[in-house]
């Protein structure tokens, strides 16, 4: 990393933190709390008998709440809907440089037998939960206030200007530990930070669900069935490049620091994901306790839900 391209980068970053307020301002923030409602767009083919099959996209709601204790406590907590079953919460916890998820999920095997679990895949799921948390809360941190976690420090550099649709940014490069990478884009005239790109390579397979409506004959579902995993088999796609961009918009006052009430997640130019706060609050009082460690992770699979 060339030294300039560092100095650079520190010199848009403090910047980029006047533009929302000022250190003066900044440094009397405390805590935020903040809650909001989000819609994600799930795409996906409904399969509803051997010959009829609808690509449809459906909005899934749900809603956060968020707690920063500052300078390194952060929570955040996730309520949504999935296109079928129970409704889902977690909430992803990073304090100083200890992480977790809540409640945790049961340890991923590593063995073919997927019902034997060692040590090993024990540490290996605890492990992907924390760097998680540590990574969305990182989002977040510089997305409000362009703050860096303590506990899971960057490294930045100025990559020069980039056009983002119509608009003219300036590109930082973000580098941490176990290969997060990402890009601050900031408006080249106020310095305010647009938003997040992150870029990666995945195998991201379509979601095929069988909706056949009414009652049927066993052989009318057994070939339902069948063409839906035709279906699933056909539109498999080997890993393919994904650019997710995070972009801050709505900023508003809340005792002098500009705070996005709109985050707005697009995958490869599709939003997949907006989210508005219904409101922030500055220097209120938040439960330490939230904070004091990881619950045990579940040895069990989860019961099957009864219908």
Not at 20 to 36: N, P, R
Not at 241 to 247: A, K, S, V
Not at 269 to 274: K, P
């Given at each position: 990393?060339?030294?300039?391209?560092?100095?650079?980068?520190?010199?848009?970053?403090?910047?980029?933190?006047?533009?929302?307020?000022?250190?003066?301002?900044?440094?009397?923030?405390?805590?935020?709390?903040?809650?909001?409602?989000?819609?994600?767009?799930?795409?996906?083919?409904?399969?509803?008998?051997?010959?009829?099959?609808e690509?449809?996209?459906?909005?899934?709601?749900?809603?956060?709440?968020?707690?920063?204790?500052?300078?390194?406590?952060?929570?955040?907590?996730?309520?949504?809907?999935?296109?079928?079953?129970?409704?889902?919460?977690?909430?992803?916890?990073?304090?100083?440089?200890?992480a977790?998820?809540?409640?945790?999920?049961?340890?991923?095997?590593?063995?073919?037998?997927?019902?034997?679990?060692?040590?090993?895949?024990?540490?290996?799921?605890?492990?992907?939960?924390?760097?998680?948390?540590?990574?969305?809360?990182?989002?977040?941190?510089?997305?409000?206030?362009m703050?860096?976690?303590?506990?899971?420090?960057?490294?930045?550099?100025?990559?020069?200007?980039?056009?983002?649709?119509?608009?003219?940014?300036?590109?930082?490069?973000?580098?941490?530990?176990?290969?997060?990478?990402?890009?601050?884009?900031?408006?080249?005239?106020?310095?305010?930070?647009?938003?997040?790109a992150?870029?990666?390579?995945?195998?991201?397979?379509?979601?095929?669900?069988?909706?056949?409506?009414?009652?049927f004959?066993?052989?009318?579902?057994?070939?339902t069935?069948?063409?839906?995993?035709?279906?699933?088999?056909?539109?498999?796609?080997?890993?393919?490049?994904?650019?997710?961009?995070?972009?801050?918009?709505?900023?508003?006052?809340?005792?002098?620091?500009?705070l996005?009430?709109?985050?707005?997640?697009?995958?490869?130019?599709?939003?997949?994901?907006?989210?508005?706060?219904?409101?922030?609050?500055?220097?209120?009082?938040?439960?330490?306790?939230?904070?004091?460690?990881?619950?045990?992770?579940?040895?069990?699979?989860?019961?099957?839900?009864?219908?």
């Amino acid at each position: 990393m060339l030294q300039n391209e560092t100095v650079r980068a520190k010199e848009l970053i403090k910047l980029a933190r006047a533009a929302i307020g000022g250190d003066e301002v900044l440094s009397k923030i405390q805590t935020i709390t903040a809650k909001g409602k989000y819609n994600r767009f799930v795409k996906y083919l409904s399969v509803q008998s051997p010959k009829k099959v609808e690509e449809k996209q459906k909005a899934l709601p749900g809603k956060m709440k968020f707690e920063f204790a500052l300078p390194d406590k952060f929570r955040r907590r996730v309520t949504g809907a999935r296109l079928r079953g129970f409704d889902y919460s977690f909430a992803q916890v990073v304090s100083g440089a200890e992480a977790w998820r809540d409640p945790p999920l049961r340890p991923m095997s590593s063995n073919r037998d997927r019902r034997l679990i060692d040590v090993g895949d024990v540490e290996r799921t605890a492990f992907i939960q924390a760097t998680s948390a540590k990574q969305e809360s990182s989002y977040l941190s510089i997305g409000w206030l362009m703050l860096t976690l303590p506990g899971y420090p960057l490294e930045m550099s100025y990559l020069g200007p980039y056009q983002l649709g119509a608009e003219k940014t300036h590109a930082i490069i973000a580098e941490g530990t176990s290969g997060f990478r990402f890009t601050l884009l900031l408006d080249t005239k106020t310095y305010a930070l647009v938003a997040l790109a992150i870029s990666f390579v995945e195998e991201i397979q379509p979601v095929v669900l069988v909706e056949a409506a009414g009652f049927f004959s066993r052989k009318f579902m057994q070939e339902t069935f069948a063409r839906a995993r035709a279906e699933r088999k056909a539109r498999a796609k080997p890993p393919q490049p994904y650019e997710m961009l995070i972009r801050f918009s709505d900023r508003r006052s809340v005792n002098g620091a500009m705070l996005p009430f709109r985050i707005t997640t697009t995958l490869n130019g599709e939003v997949v994901e907006e989210m508005t706060m219904s409101e922030f609050e500055i220097n209120r009082r938040v439960n330490l306790k939230k904070f004091a460690g990881p619950p045990e992770p579940p040895s069990e699979p989860p019961p099957e839900p009864k219908d």
